[in-house]
């Protein structure tokens, strides 16, 4: 018996320093209750929320968290919308907030929000605006190319960026992550910040745009996309090919009070030009 706890221990140290693992996650690799108190005993774990653990006593990051997620637990959660913008570089055009905005078909577990972290974790069902999303996961043994391997080959939408943490963080890619936020408007975003932001997306790739918009099923944020796209005439807006994209029929009161463009039915706050 103690041989094969020393054996379990040993491969115990082969998760990396800082790693966050699940009681489930421990359980199936045969650590049971009782030897999960132990190493907690002995310093070779950590708890840092209920049923969680990791090795190391570096401080929590919530991208370390989140890419625990979704290496080691097989998550589909994925960094979207305006938290993926300002991984991106993007920020400075929305103002920082304390949020971090997840996009999956299923809620993160519990835990996540336990963690001592100074950041809230906004979650979203990602079906709701792309309905044939992939659930993009992980193996156990993925490490999102830190060991040399090449990062995973992941569907149109998504990418991995490994500069924020050490393992790479799975994110949605900026157009994406721009119909993500103008599903947000008018209730979490402001039309200003995504004026702003629209102004600046010089860069973005065409292909990735039609992906998104065919994609899309919200009439509400393809219009808004469309409503930006004309104010700020990119390079990229001549190759999209408008007609095959769904904008349904009739009136969106999006801004009460405010003014209704001509051209996508919407209502659009004063200052921003649009006409009644």
Not at 60 to 76: H, K, M, N, V
Request: glycine fraction near 10%; hydrophobic fraction near 40%; include cysteine.
């Amino acid at each position: 018996m103690a041989t094969e706890n020393r054996g379990k221990l040993n491969r115990l140290q082969q998760l990396p320093d800082g790693a966050l693992v699940d009681a489930a996650w421990l359980e199936r690799r045969g650590y049971s209750s009782s030897l999960r108190s132990q190493y907690v005993k002995a310093g070779w774990l950590n708890q840092p929320a209920p049923r969680v653990y990791r090795r190391g006593n570096s401080p929590i990051g919530w991208r370390e968290a989140i890419i625990s997620l979704q290496t080691f637990l097989e998550s589909d959660l994925t960094v979207g919308g305006r938290s993926a913008l300002e991984e991106l570089g993007y920020g400075h055009y929305l103002g920082r907030r304390r949020e971090v905005h997840l996009y999956g078909a299923q809620r993160p577990p519990g835990w996540l929000a336990a963690l001592p972290l100074e950041v809230e974790f906004v979650w979203h069902n990602s079906r709701r605006l792309f309905p044939d999303d992939p659930v993009v996961t992980q193996s156990d043994d993925a490490q999102s190319g830190t060991s040399g391997e090449p990062l995973p080959v992941l569907p149109d939408g998504f990418l991995i960026s490994d500069g924020t943490a050490k393992w790479g963080l799975r994110l949605a890619s900026a157009e994406r992550a721009l119909f993500q936020l103008l599903d947000e408007l008018p209730g979490r975003e402001t039309f200003h910040q995504v004026d702003m932001l629209m102004e600046g997306l010089a860069n973005f790739s065409p292909r990735s745009l039609q992906v998104q918009l065919a994609s899309c099923t919200s009439i509400k944020v393809k219009r808004l996309f469309f409503y930006f796209a004309d104010r700020h005439r990119h390079a990229w807006l001549e190759r999209l090919d408008r007609s095959a994209v769904d904008l349904g029929t009739g009136k969106r009161v999006l801004v009460k009070g405010g003014k209704l463009d001509p051209t996508y039915l919407i209502t659009v706050p004063e200052e921003l030009d649009g006409l009644s």
